[in-house]
């Protein structure tokens, strides 16, 4: 069963950068499109970002277009989302997920999703 892992979240000031990393294990990471995803407090689950298996297709939510950038390293099991210019309304628990194998291009609903990470928290401050 694959498992994703989350990490690099944190507290930063608004207009500052994070870097976020999934790291899968348990599968072969390249047969699976992934996402990014978020949850603010007393909010529904949200799309940030997706990435088909190749890496050649990404998708944004339109609130992060030109900010964040979602990458793959598939050598290394491993998809990104570069955080720049950070605003207070992206403070979220932001979550990664992958697509079922076959899958080849990303998705943008929750429902194209079906294994995520347990998250990790993101807190930006004014």
């Known amino acids: 069963q694959v498992q994703l892992v989350e990490s690099g979240g944190g507290l930063v000031q608004a207009g500052g950068s994070l870097r976020l990393s999934c790291s899968a294990s348990g599968g072969t990471f390249s047969r699976y499109a992934m996402g990014w995803f978020r949850q603010a407090p007393g909010k529904e689950r949200e799309f940030v970002a997706g990435i088909s298996r190749s890496g050649g297709s990404t998708a944004y939510a339109d609130s992060v277009k030109g900010r964040f950038t979602i990458s793959r390293d598939n050598a290394k099991n491993t998809v990104y989302l570069q955080m720049n210019s950070l605003k207070p309304e992206d403070t979220a628990v932001h979550y990664c997920?992958?697509?079922?194998?076959?899958?080849?291009?990303?998705?943008?609903?929750?429902?194209?999703?079906?294994?995520w990470g347990q998250g990790t928290q993101v807190t930006v401050s004014s």
């Open positions: 997920a992958r697509r079922p194998a076959g899958m080849i291009q990303e998705g943008t609903s929750e429902k194209d999703y079906i294994s």
